[in-house]
């Protein structure tokens, strides 16, 4: 089956580290998203990437690192200068743009050890 | 920026009862989504509206876009346990704008 997979569903981050969250997708999907929610605030978008090797930056993209090597993967970094990584991080494909509908994987879950 | 307020914030029905989800945009919508979230999971997409009076229906879940493309609104009927979760509408005001979710209306279906 198609679909978007993220590993892993819980990270824990000690201070001074980063940490990468995957995202893998099998639906030939040219979009990838990575969004950050947070209780009470719905989604904010990190960064996206429409096709390889591009990427731009979202609302939130401060903190944060991407890549963009292989259609199917879009890795999120979480930097040491992330001060509030806490949060639960979704990550979304799409077949182009912005209006086509957005497909979620399941969420990595990232606390502060 | 445009901005999406969902309204009520919660709801409380009782199995079996009819209930309406709305979603109003400070622009007008180029496009308009709904989702809906069980906690600690991912969004699972349920239906896309464009056309002013657009209407959308899966199984007991209907959703309207109206005629100014302003607002939309959810409605189930004969709400089931299965139902429950968190539902976020999405929009884009235009054809190369980002998406922008609401901030969700947690659903609760009781017996």
């Known amino acids: 089956d198609g679909g978007i997979t993220q590993s892993p569903k819980y990270l824990f981050r000690k201070e001074g580290q980063n940490v990468t969250l995957s995202c893998e997708q099998n639906l030939n999907h040219d979009a990838m998203y990575w969004y950050r929610q947070d209780p009470g605030q719905g989604l904010r978008l990190i960064y996206y990437s429409q096709i390889v090797n591009d990427f731009q930056k979202g609302d939130i993209a401060e903190g944060y690192s991407v890549s963009r090597e292989k259609k199917e993967s879009f890795p999120l970094t979480v930097t040491s200068a992330q001060k509030n990584p806490t949060a639960f991080y979704l990550c979304?494909?799409?077949?182009?743009?912005?209006?086509?509908?957005?497909?979620f994987g399941d969420g990595t879950r990232l606390s502060i050890l | 920026s445009q901005e999406l307020e969902q309204s009520p914030q919660s709801l409380i029905v009782q199995e079996g009862k009819n209930l309406t989800i709305n979603c109003t945009s400070s622009?007008?919508?180029?496009?308009l989504y709904w989702y809906k979230q069980k906690y600690g999971e991912g969004l699972i997409f349920l239906m896309m509206?464009?056309?002013?009076?657009e209407e959308k229906s899966h199984e007991k879940i209907t959703a309207k876009l109206d005629e100014k493309k302003q607002q939309s609104s959810l409605h189930i009927t004969a709400s089931q346990p299965s139902h429950a979760g968190i539902y976020l509408c999405?929009?884009?005001?235009?054809?190369?704008?980002?998406?922008?979710f609401g901030t969700g209306t947690r659903l609760t279906i009781i017996p």
């Open positions: 979304a494909s799409s077949m182009g743009r912005f209006n086509q509908p957005q497909h």
């Open positions: 999405g929009a884009v005001p235009d054809l190369d704008e980002k998406l922008t």
């Open positions: 622009k007008t919508l180029y496009g």
């Open positions: 509206l464009q056309k002013g009076g």
